[in-house]
């Protein structure tokens, strides 16, 4: 008996370990996902009633903004891990050439309730977005981040 409980304790103690080591190496990204969703949701609850999608989508887009030199640095960091630090240069420029109020206007509709035709559309929209970005820093988007299905047909 006693070794049955030491070995679910064990365990216990396992999965907490690993649920708490996977809480800490949460990317930026995911913790500013989370605090907007937080603010979002509060925002909602002030409000007293039930908040229509377009609402929040409203409200979202207006806590990125006011995050939006968090977000910047996020887009850098991210290009990086794709690109490698030895494109530091290219991620700064393509951080401050995206067009944030494009991608932000986009991922509005899309947490405002889209069709599965205009989720398609409104996905491409924000790859073409990163794309201009990618050209006005002198690289095309391919170069930079490979596509999938591009992947798929190397030998």
Known sequence: MKNILKNILAGLFFVVFTITAIAVEKSKGDILKE????EVLQEAK????????????????????ERLDEYKEIVKE??????????????????????????????????????????????????????????ACGRILADAVPDAASEKQKP
Request: glycine share 4%; proline share 1%.
């Open 46 to 65: 002030i409000a007293g009633y039930p908040l229509a999608a377009e609402e929040l989508a409203k409200i979202m887009v207006v806590k990125l903004h």
């Open 78 to 135: 991210d290009c990086i891990k794709i690109n490698g630090e030895d494109n530091d240069s290219l991620c700064q420029c393509f951080s401050d050439k995206l067009d944030y109020d494009a991608q932000f206007s986009i991922l509005a509709k899309l947490f405002s309730g889209s069709s599965v035709e205009d989720t398609r559309k409104s996905l491409q929209a924000i790859k073409d977005i990163g794309n201009e970005a990618y050209k």
């Open 35 to 38: 605090q907007i969703s937080n």
